[in-house]
């Protein structure tokens, strides 16, 4: 069945440093979402990802889909302690159920 | 205005009782879900309703049961409570199933111990 692995599983970055993080499915996907997660909440939709080789930003973030729409991933330029929380990235494949990915773990150290 | 309401927030049973866990969502979607989250954080999908129709069932033991009254309300049941039952419990809901309009909009949580 379709797999969604995410990397990495922690990172821990000082307030103002980037941070990166990746999502690969085992197969071709129709759309890619992210989602974030603070402690103690729930996820929170941020974006969807449509068209190979997609890139949309949202302030700070920077979403990117891969050519072969089965890559993902999340960047964030000089992180703020307000960035803490889980990254999910969700996969779609075509007329089917939305996969999640583990999740990254962020912490920012201030 | 809570988009998703989950009730109850907290749960804390024995082994062995039944609960139920309500959710009911005012978006007017069409497809509502159950994801169950571990110690992990592995969001994982239990169920999902598509207009008060099971479309979604994954490798769930039967001891939960999920009831859908009308499209607005989507209850999970857990018979015989075990100690690995122990997560955080999401409803959420979606305005379709499949295809490209899949935003998925999070209930609260209920954080269910079985002690």
């Known amino acids: 069945g379709q797999q969604v692995m995410q990397i990495p599983q922690y990172q821990h970055v000082q307030e103002g440093e980037d941070f990166t993080t990746y999502c690969n499915s085992s197969t071709t996907l129709s759309n890619i979402q992210w989602y974030k997660q603070r402690p103690g909440g729930h996820p929170v939709f941020l974006i969807q990802l449509v068209k190979s080789g ?3 930003k949202q302030k700070r973030l920077t979403f990117q889909f891969g050519e072969a729409k ?10 703020q302690t307000t960035d803490v929380g889980t990254y999910f990235c969700a996969g779609v494949e075509y007329g089917n159920k939305l996969v999640f990915g583990a999740g990254t773990i962020l912490r920012v150290k201030s | 205005d809570t988009a998703v309401s ?5 749960l804390v049973t024995q082994m062995g009782n039944d609960k139920s866990i ?3 969502q005012n978006l007017g979607h069409d497809t509502m879900y159950w994801y169950k989250q571990d110690s992990k954080k592995f969001l ?10 099971l479309i979604i069932n994954e490798t769930v033991p039967n001891r939960f049961s999920p009831k859908s009254p009308d499209k607005a309300h989507l209850n999970l049941h857990i018979n015989s409570l075990e100690l690995g039952d122990s997560a955080v419990y999401f409803c959420a809901s979606s305005q379709a199933h499949g295809g490209l309009s899949y935003e998925q909009y999070f209930g609260p949580g209920t954080r269910l111990t079985v002690t």
Do not use: G
């Open chain 2, 6 to 10: 989950q009730t109850p927030k907290y």
């Open chain 2, 22 to 24: 309500k959710c009911e």
């Open chain 1, 70 to 79: 089965k890559n993902s991933s999340l960047h964030i330029t000089a992180t």
């Open chain 1, 54 to 56: 997609e890139v949309k």
């Open chain 2, 44 to 53: 994982k999908i239990m169920f999902s309703y598509n207009n008060k129709e």
